[in-house]
């Protein structure tokens, strides 16, 4: 059974930065695509990033050109890199096993447990 920890989030003021982790508990990590999706309160959950195990990318349009997302295979990690973070970017951040190329949060069944990520204007 796959485990998702996802890690750093955090509070941070509008126009900071924060990096958010997401280590896999086994190598299955390494032939998987890996996704960042996040949940705001009264909000259903979104997609924001995934990278697939051949590294191509796709970004929401909300967060394309500040977020970047990124792997590293050998430590089973995937990488969120925020950047000029809004207000409208608070939500629980969770990541997720997309059976590519879909994406929707709805047919994930593998997720972590998520992490708090709060941008104060």
């Known amino acids: 059974q796959v485990q998702l920890v996802e890690s750093g989030g955090g509070l941070v003021q509008a126009g900071e930065s924060l990096r958010l982790s997401c280590q896999a508990s086994?190598?299955?990590?390494?032939?998987?695509?890996i996704g960042w999706y996040r949940q705001a309160p009264g909000k259903q959950r979104e997609l924001v990033a995934v990278i697939t195990s051949s590294s191509v990318t796709k970004y929401s349009e909300s967060v394309e050109g500040r977020f970047t997302i990124s792997r590293d295979n050998a430590m089973r990690t995937v990488h969120l890199q925020m950047n000029s973070l809004k207000p409208e970017d608070t939500a629980i951040y969770y990541c997720?096993?997309?059976?590519?190329?879909?994406?929707?949060?709805?047919?994930?069944?593998?997720w972590g447990q998520g992490t708090q990520v709060t941008v104060s204007s």
């Open positions: 997720g096993l997309p059976a590519w190329p879909r994406t929707d949060p709805r047919v994930i069944r593998t």
């Open positions: 086994v190598s299955i990590f390494r032939s998987s695509a």
